[in-house]
C-alpha cells in the first residue's frame, strides 16, 4: 500500500459517559463529554491547525496555533485545552485567527533554520506543513532569533539523531517519555528563548536514562528528534503493515520502505496490542534482516567436523529427505523429530508439527515454549480449562491491585510495561515478587507496596502463604467459588491451605520474606477491588514452575479476581510466537487447540483432512530427544528457526544430544551455535519476508505481511511444503498461508471463526475466535470457566533438589535485559551491542567483597554442570547469596552453567535456581576455549558470510 | 533411555501428587506418566519397575500396575 499516515486527532479521545452537541464553523457536531475543541472539529472534518497538541499524549496549549472564537467567551481559547460543552458554537477561521496564527508561525520561523530542501523531515514536517497552512509569507522580526542554531547534533543513539536546532519546545518529546513511555527521561531545561530540550542532567541521548524506545521521535513535529535511516536515505514510499518479530507483546508496525529497502519500522498507532507505542528492539533493531552474516544458500555437509558446501534447494531438501527415511528404517519410525520455532508463524509451526505426525508418522515434535511457559499451558490448562492467559493487555488500565511475579517488564516486555506503569501512576498498588530489585519496584512516580525479594526456588511456599492469609483470615470470596468453582477440590484446597504449616510464620525463614510483609500483601491482592497478577519465566523456570502456575490460579479464583476487566492470570509470554507456537499443535502430545493425541475423536477428524492413520501415544519432549539421542534410539532432527545449543540448560548436555545425531537440520536465518552440529542447513527468511500470523501473549492474532521478498527464494512454510513432497507425502499443497490458516480453523475450534479476511477487516482477533465469539474474546472464563467449574489442585511446597553448599555457595538466577533478545541471534547483529555488548555477572556488594571481586573483574561462574568466565558487574539489585546473568552472548555460554533440573509435570527448565560458586579468575574456561577452538578448526567454511560468522562470534 | 533420569523425573512427579489421597495420587502418577511420556520412555520405565528399584517413589511403584501395556 501507499505510505500510511494514521490520522491525528490532536488530543486523546474524550470518556465522559454522556454525549454533548456543539457546533464547529456552521456544523452540527455531537462528541463525548470531556472531548476537546479541537478533536471534535477534526471529528467533522475541520483540520484546526496545531503544533504541540497531538492525540498521543494530553493536551498541552503551548504553541498558540489552535485558537479559536467560541460565542460567548472572552478572546481566542487554545482549541486543544477547551473542553467542547453543550450549544457551544465554535470558529475556527476568521481573520482576526488567521492574523494571529501568522504571527505566531512568523516567532517560530524567525528561530528555526530555512535549510527545508536539505532537511532529512523535508516532505514529513509538521511545521512546514503549518507555515504552508496559515500563508506565511514573510517574518517580520528576522530570522536572526538564533538562540538554538549553534546547538551541536547529538548522535550518541544509534539508531535517531537529535538536531536543537530544529526543535520548537512543542514538549511533544517530554511527554510522550513521560505519559506515553514512563520514563521521564527528558526535560525543558532553561526558560523562554533559552528553554531547549535536556535528556537526563544535560548528557547525550545515549549516557542519560532514556531507553531508546522511540516514543519521542513519533511525535516530535520536526526533524529534531528523527531516525537515522531517514535522514541517510530519505522518506518511504510504501507502508507494509505487520506484526513485530520480537517479544510476546506482538506490537503492531508499519514497515515503510523505499522500494525494497526498509527505511524504518514505526508502530501502528491503531495497533490494538501496542496502541502505537514500541521499544527499542522492535521499533529500531530490524537490521538484522538484511546483515551480511544471513545464509541464503541452502548448505551441506557429511561430517559436523567438515567444511560446509552450498547446494541447491532441490539437492538439500532431497538430501534431508533421504536420510530422514534411511534413518527410519535402520532406527524404527520414532528416530526422528522436529522442533517448531516461536519465531516462525502460526502457519509455519502448524506446518512443521503436520509433518512430522504424517510424513515423519510419529509425534516427536516440541517446540521453545518447552523451556519457558510449557508450565502455563499445563497449569492454567488444569485451573481453567485452557492453556492461556485471561486477559486481554488494556485490562491492566482496569487493574487496582497489580502483583507482578518473576517478571522483568520492562526489559522483557517494554510497551506492555509502559501501559502497566500508567495505570500504576494513577493510583493502582504495585506488589512485586522477585529475588532481584528490578526497575519496576522503584521507578519514576511509582514505588511498589510491597517487594518480597524472596530467595529463588521458595515461590510455591510463598504463593502457599499469601492463600494461607487469604483463607484463614476471612478474605476468600464465597459467592465467586461457590458459583463458579468446584466446590470438592476447593474444600480440600482449603483444609490443605489453612494448614499451619503453609503460614507466613513458618515459611518466613525460608523464603527470605518476613511474614508480616506477606500478610500484608495477601490483604491488598485480596481486598484492592480489581487484581490482577502478570508473571513470567521467574514463575516457570523452576522444579515447581506447574505447581506455581496452579498456585496463583488458586489465588485469583480464591479471590473471585477472574472473569472481568481489571484481573486474571497473565503470563508474559517470552518470544513473539510463543503462545502461538503452543495453539498450533507443537507440543508433542497434543494437537492444534490443546487436543490430546490419544483422543480418538479428535485423531479421527485430523487423521481423516490429513489423509494418513496417525499415532496415539505422545512423543518426545526436546529434552528426551536429547537423551534418546545420547541413547542411541533417536538419530535425525529438523530445527527450525530455535537454538537449542544455546538456549537450552546444561549445554554440554545438549551438545552431546545434538553430535550424536546422523542427521541434524537446522532452518535459520544464521549460522547458530546449533548449526555448528548440524549437517544440512536451510536458510529461513525473517517476518519481513513472509506472510502469516502471530499469536501475542494476550491470545491476539496478528498479521505478518511480506514486504520484501525471501532472501533465499523460501520462507520456511515452502521449506516445510518441500520437504513434504520428497517425503511422498502430498496433503500439503497451499498456494499462500492464507490457505494454511483456513485449514487451521476448519480443524481446530478455537480458531474456528478465523481468516485473513477478516484479520484484514478487523485488524487482529483474541481466540477463542468461533461462531459463538465472531469477533473474537479479549476475556476469558466470563461467565463460566472454559473447563466447566474453576478447579483447585493442591500446591504443596516441594524443594528443588539444586542446594548450595560448601563447594557451590552462591544461587545463580538468569535472565534477559532490555536491548537484547533470548540467544541474541538478532539484536547482537544491530546497534543495540552499544548497551550490552557482553553477558555480566551481576553480583551484590557483600559477595564480591568476601572473594576480592571488582565491579568489571573477570571471574569464574561454576556450577556442578560446567564453568564459564564473564566479568562482574557490582549490584545492589541482588541479595546477598544471589548472583544473576544474561544468556545472550555465545561466547559466554550461561547455559553450560545451568542444570538438567525441571518442571516436574512438563520438563521445563529450573534456569533460576543454579548452585554457583564465583571466583576471581585470569582466563577463558576450559568450555569457552574448547568452543574457539572448534570455531576456529570446523567453523569457517565456503562462503564469506560463514567465515564472518565465525570471526563475530568470537571474542 | 537413561535409567537414573526417569527415576528422578517419575520421583518428581510423585512428588507433586504426594499431596493428594493414596489412591488418587497414584491414579494421578499413573495418568501423568501415560499422558506425557513417550512409549520408549515407558517401556524403559517398567524395565526399572520391574526390578524393583527401591530409589523409586513408592508411589511411582504402586502406580506402576497401571502402566502395564
Known amino acids: 500500500m501507499p505510505i500510511l499516515k494514521e490520522r491525528d486527532l490532536g488530543t486523546p479521545a474524550g470518556k465522559g459517559p454522556s454525549a454533548v452537541r456543539l457546533r464547529v464553523d456552521g456544523r452540527e457536531i455531537e462528541v463525548p463529554e470531556g472531548t476537546s475543541v479541537m478533536r471534535a472539529a477534526r471529528l467533522a472534518g475541520i483540520d484546526i491547525p496545531k503544533l504541540c497538541a497531538t492525540d498521543r499524549v494530553k493536551e498541552f496549549g503551548s504553541c498558540r496555533l489552535c485558537l479559536v472564537e467560541i460565542d460567548g467567551r472572552k478572546g481566542t481559547p487554545a482549541s ?83 538536531e536543537p536546532a530544529k526543535c520548537i519546545v512543542c514538549s511533544r518529546c517530554v511527554r510522550a517519555c513521560e505519559e506515553v513511555q514512563g520514563t521521564f527521561a527528558l526535560t525543558i531545561d532553561g526558560r523562554g528563548l533559552n528553554s531547549l530540550i535536556a535528556a537526563s542532567q544535560n548528557e547525550n541521548f545515549l549516557d542519560s536514562e532514556c531507553v531508546s524506545c522511540g516514543a519521542c521521535v513519533e511525535v516530535c513535529p520536526t526533524a529534531t528528534l528523527n531516525e537515522k535511516t531517514t535522514i541517510e536515505h530519505g522518506l518511504p514510499d510504501r507502508t507494509v503493515l505487520t506484526t513485530c518479530a520480537y517479544c510476546g507483546v506482538g506490537c503492531s508496525f508499519k514497515a515503510e520502505l523505499q522500494g525494497d529497502r526498509v527505511v524504518r519500522m514505526t508502530p501502528f498507532k491503531d495497533g490494538q496490542a501496542n496502541h502505537g507505542h514500541s521499544c527499542v528492539k522492535g521499533r529500531f533493531a530490524w537490521g538484522y534482516a538484511t546483515h551480511p552474516d544471513r545464509i541464503t544458500t541452502p548448505l551441506i555437509r557429511e561430517h559436523i567436523t567438515d567444511r560446509w558446501r552450498e547446494a541447491s534447494w532441490d539437492e538439500a531438501i532431497t538430501h534431508v529427505a533421504e536420510r530422514f527415511r534411511d534413518i527410519q528404517a535402520r532406527y524404527g519410525r520414532g528416530a526422528i523429530g522436529a522442533i517448531t520455532s516461536s519465531r516462525c508463524t502460526n502457519e509455519e509451526t502448524y506446518l512443521l508439527q503436520k509433518l512430522v505426525r504424517t510424513a515423519f508418522g510419529n509425534n516427536n515434535v516440541d517446540t521453545c515454549a518447552r523451556v519457558c511457559h510449557s508450565p502455563t499451558g499445563y497449569g492454567l490448562k488444569t485451573a481453567f480449562g485452557t492453556s492461556a492467559g485471561t486477559q486481554n493487555f488494556d485490562s491492566v488500565q482496569a487493574a487496582d491491585v497489580i502483583l507482578v511475579i518473576g517478571a522483568n517488564v520492562t526489559d522483557a516486555h517494554p510497551v506492555f510495561a509502559s501501559a502497566m506503569k500508567k495505570r500504576l501512576r494513577e493510583g493502582a498498588k504495585l506488589i512485586v515478587i522477585d529475588p532481584r530489585r528490578i526497575d519496576l519496584v522503584e521507578t ?184 534418546a539421542a545420547v541413547h542411541g534410539t533417536f538419530k535425525g532432527l529438523f530445527v527450525q528457526g530455535e537454538d537449542i545449543a544455546q538456549s537450552d540448560p546444561d549445554t554440554q548436555h545438549v551438545t552431546a544430544g545434538l553430535a550424536a545425531m546422523e542427521c541434524l537440520v537446522v532452518n535459520d536465518l544464521f549460522l547458530t551455535e546449533t548449526a555448528r552440529y548440524a549437517h544440512v542447513f536451510l536458510p529461513g527468511a525473517s517476518f519481513l519476508e513472509k506472510d502469516g500470523t502471530f499469536t501475542n501473549a494476550e491470545r491476539r492474532i496478528g498479521r505478518v505481511r511480506k514486504a520484501i521478498e525471501p532472501l533465499a527464494g523460501m520462507a520456511e512454510w515452502q521449506v516445510t511444503m518441500k520437504l513434504a513432497e520428497a517425503l511422498g507425502y502430498r496433503e500439503m499443497r497451499y498456494a499462500h498461508p492464507g490457505e494454511i490458516m483456513d485449514e487451521i480453523a476448519r480443524l481446530t475450534p478455537t480458531f474456528a471463526g478465523v481468516s485473513y479476511e477478516k484479520l484484514d477487516r478487523l485488524g487482529s482477533l483474541q481466540w477463542p475466535c468461533n461462531a459463538q465469539r465472531p469477533e473474537g474474546t479479549p476475556v476469558m472464563h466470563v461467565e463460566e470457566f472454559a473447563r466447566g467449574k474453576g478447579y483447585f489442585a493442591l500446591t504443596a511446597f516441594v524443594p528443588t533438589e539444586e542446594r548450595t553448599g560448601q563447594r557451590f555457595p552462591l544461587l545463580l538466577t538468569t535472565g534477559r535485559i532490555l536491548s537484547q533478545y533470548n540467544v541474541g541471534q538478532q539484536t547482537r547483529r544491530t546497534g543495540n551491542l552499544v548497551w550490552h555488548d557482553e553477558d555480566v555477572l551481576e553480583i551484590d556488594p557483600h559477595d564480591a567483597e568476601q572473594r576480592g571481586i571488582r565491579d568489571g573483574d573477570l571471574v569464574s561462574l561454576a556450577s556442578r554442570s560446567g564453568e564459564i568466565a564473564l566479568r562482574a558487574a557490582i549490584s545492589d539489585r541482588m541479595q546477598p547469596g544471589v548472583v544473576y546473568t544474561t544468556f545472550h552472548h555465545p561466547h559466554t555460554g550461561a547455559n553450560v552453567i545451568t542444570t538438567e533440573f525441571s518442571d516436574w509435570a512438563t520438563s521445563c527448565p529450573e534456569y533460576k535456581v543454579t548452585a554457583v560458586d564465583v571466583r576471581l579468575v585470569n582466563g577463558r574456561s576450559i568450555w569457552q576455549e574448547r568452543r574457539l577452538h572448534e570455531l576456529e578448526a570446523f567453523g569457517g567454511g565456503l562462503t564469506p558470510a560463514i567465515a564472518r560468522h565465525s570471526r563475530r562470534d568470537a571474542p | 533411555m537413561n535409567a537414573g533420569r526417569l527415576i528422578h523425573d517419575a520421583n518428581q512427579i510423585a512428588l507433586y501428587f504426594a499431596a493428594y489421597p493414596h489412591d488418587e495420587a497414584v491414579a494421578g502418577i499413573a495418568d501423568h506418566i501415560r499422558k506425557f511420556w513417550d512409549p520408549r520412555m515407558r517401556a524403559s520405565l517398567r524395565v526399572i519397575l520391574d526390578a524393583n528399584d527401591e530409589t523409586l517413589h513408592l508411589l511411582v511403584r504402586q502406580a506402576g500396575e497401571k502402566l502395564k501395556p
Open chain 1, 80 to 162: 486543544c485545552t477547551t473542553p467542547v460543552a453543550a450549544g457551544m458554537t465554535v470558529r475556527t477561521q476568521t481573520d482576526r485567527l488567521r492574523r494571529l496564527r501568522r504571527n505566531v508561525m512568523e516567532l517560530y520561523i524567525s528561530d528555526h533554520p530555512l535549510d527545508c530542501l536539505t532537511c532529512s523531515a523535508n516532505g514529513d514536517c509538521e511545521l512546514q506543513d503549518m507555515a504552508a497552512t496559515v500563508g506565511l509569507r514573510e517574518v517580520r522580526y528576522g530570522y536572526d532569533g538564533a538562540r538554538h542554531r549553534t546547538h551541536a547534533i547529538d548522535l550518541s543513539n544509534p539508531y535517531f539523531a537529535f
Open chain 1, 444 to 627: 519514576p512516580h511509582i514505588a511498589a507496596e510491597h517487594h518480597l525479594q524472596l530467595r529463588p526456588g521458595t515461590n510455591v511456599a510463598v504463593v502457599n502463604a499469601l492463600a494461607h492469609v487469604i483463607v484463614t483470615e476471612g478474605l476468600v470470596n464465597e459467592a465467586f467459588v461457590a458459583a463458579r468453582c468446584d466446590g470438592g477440590s476447593f474444600a480440600r484446597w482449603r483444609a490443605f491451605i489453612g494448614d499451619p504449616a503453609n503460614s507466613p510464620e513458618a515459611v518466613a525463614d525460608l523464603c527470605g520474606v518476613e511474614a508480616e510483609t506477606l500478610r500484608a500483601a495477601a490483604r491488598l491482592y485480596a481486598t484492592g477491588l480489581n487484581a490482577a497478577i502478570y508473571y513470567g519465566l521467574g514463575v516457570t523456570e523452576h522444579s515447581q514452575g506447574s505447581t506455581m502456575v496452579m498456585g496463583m490460579a488458586n489465588l485469583a479464583m480464591a479471590t473471585g479476581n477472574l472473569g472481568r476487566a481489571g484481573v486474571g492470570v497473565n503470563p508474559l509470554r517470552g518470544q513473539n510466537n510463543v503462545q502461538g507456537a503452543c495453539d498450533m499443535g507443537s507440543f508433542p502430545h497434543e494437537f492444534s487447540g490443546y487436543r490430546h493425541v490419544s483422543d480418538d475423536a479428535v485423531r479421527a477428524l485430523m487423521s481423516a483432512a490429513w489423509a494418513v492413520p496417525l499415532d496415539s501415544e505422545p512423543g518426545l519432549r526436546i529434552p528426551n530427544m536429547l537423551d
